[in-house]
């Protein structure tokens, strides 16, 4: 059974710069990727692109499809536009992350996984909203946060 897909789709690949010969569901078993610097798989469905313009980021290892891409970057105007063709691990999604916001000059703060960080600047100074969304102490920098623990952190 062929899948077709919807039209924006085909539609946006003009965006992506990339054709959808194939699509399909897959098992939660993930299948490895080859591609930047940090190990991949993906699972739970795959789309199998053929880039036209855009750089592969990601491609597939399994016998038969080594030859298609899995994740795509294409630069589009004064940006770029990524395209993630299935359930993508992790740290793939973190790296790709990461690449972004340096790429956009957007400033991260790391902290701990379930700690919502953001910085608000008032006047001429510099806060910190820290949020645990967790039942488990977790922290940030220097900071500590019981279990669902909000704080303003001026810095």
């Excluded at 062929?2 to 085909?10: D, S, V």
């Excluded at 899995?70 to 690449?99: C, M, P, Q, R």
Aim: proline content about 3%.
């Amino acid at each position: 059974m062929r899948t077709i897909l919807p039209l924006a789709i085909q539609a946006d690949a003009q965006l992506l710069r990339i054709r959808f010969p194939r699509h399909e569901h897959r098992s939660d078993r993930g299948l490895d990727l080859a591609g930047l610097q940090v190990p991949a798989s993906i699972s739970v469905w795959r789309d199998l692109l053929v880039p036209e313009q855009a750089e592969t980021l990601y491609s597939y290892q399994d016998q038969f499809y080594k030859q298609y891409a899995a994740v795509t970057k294409n630069t589009f105007g004064k940006g770029n536009v990524y395209y993630v063709g299935g359930g993508l691990s992790e740290e793939a999604l973190e790296k790709i992350a990461a690449d972004v916001t340096s790429d956009c000059g957007i400033e991260t703060i790391e902290s701990d996984r379930d700690v919502e960080v953001y910085r608000r600047h008032i006047g001429g100074d510099s806060y910190l909203f820290l949020m645990n969304h967790s039942d488990k102490e977790k922290s940030c920098g220097n900071e500590k946060l019981g279990p669902f623990e909000s704080r303003i952190v001026k810095g």
